[in-house]
């Protein structure tokens, strides 16, 4: 898939030089890479390294103001967080829940182990808050894309330090300044269908805050706070492959992000006092 910004825009490293602004770049255009040809990922694996070996391979590079967006499984997988269902003992409430609804007890037990708590749950469905702030499905306990038939793929402990050890890795093997996104597959409230989500970010700000700016009318923006971490995260699934593809990885080029060192993939969370669908 092709989009990019123009070559000359490229070279002036045009990387949000103004605040939130887009004025420098001019033929907006963006790429996106899917990374392909990288091995199974296993517990131990510098995860960074292969992804840095995979675009060399595949005449793709890593280049400077790169944006990488890596599904959280094979982060989950190169961390060793992976449970084998064998292992789990499940509680009374997690059994009684299995056999109402045909589930797999230590699987349901699983998702309770990695909630804060249970925000809604109804025709054998858990939408849970993790223990990181997220409100998901399962908690985000993902059974596709892990090797053998009884590991699932838990989140990774801490997301966003997981994209900034990534992010350190490359830029100590490459040379250059990328920022990392860390993605998961998230439901949306009253939408079908899934789309990609930021639950870790690096080296980036996860929302582009326009507030203050002026419409083509000269109006001014009183409520205009962008989601570009999930939105990059949505773009890069188009070329990520979430079934048989081995595709775990994306490298979008040319979009000039808002940058950042303390930013947090939290910042996109919603306060419950803020959320009119809990």
Known sequence: MRHGWSEA?????????????????????????????????EDGDNLAKLICDAAQRQRTPIQEGDIL??????????????????????????RDFAQRFDKDPALIETILR??????????????????????????????????EERNVALLPENPDRS???????I????????????????GRPLREGEINVAIGVAGIRPI???RGEKDLFGRVLR????????????????????????????????YPYPKSEEAKATELTRPR??????
Not at 12 to 31: A, F, G, H, R, W
Not at 126 to 141: M, P, Q, S, W
Not at 233 to 252: K, N, R
Not at 273 to 278: G, P, S, V
Request: contains cysteine.
């Open 273 to 278: 006092e803020k959320d009119l669908f809990i």
């Open 9 to 41: 825009a490229q070279k002036k490293e045009v990387i949000c030089t103004k605040k939130d602004s887009y004025e420098l770049v001019k033929n907006p255009m963006i790429q996106i890479f899917g990374v392909k040809g990288l091995p199974i990922v």
């Open 69 to 94: 967006v890596i599904t959280h499984v094979v982060v989950s997988r190169a961390e060793g967080n992976v449970v084998n269902l064998d292992s789990v003992v499940p509680s009374d409430f997690a």
């Open 114 to 147: 990695e909630s804060r708590s249970i925000v809604r749950m109804g025709d054998g469905k858990l939408i849970t808050e993790t223990k990181h702030g997220f409100i998901c499905a399962n908690a985000g306990v993902d059974q596709s894309n892990v090797p």
């Open 223 to 254: 409520v205009k706070q962008t989601a570009i971490a999930d939105e990059l995260c949505s773009a890069a699934e188009l070329v990520v492959g979430q079934a048989s593809e081995g595709i775990p990885v994306a490298i979008i080029r040319g």
């Open 208 to 210: 582009r805050d326009r």
């Open 171 to 186: 830029g100590r093997l490459m040379g250059k300044e990328v920022a990392v996104i860390i993605s998961d597959t998230h």
């Open 163 to 169: 994209a900034q050890r990534i992010r350190r890795e």
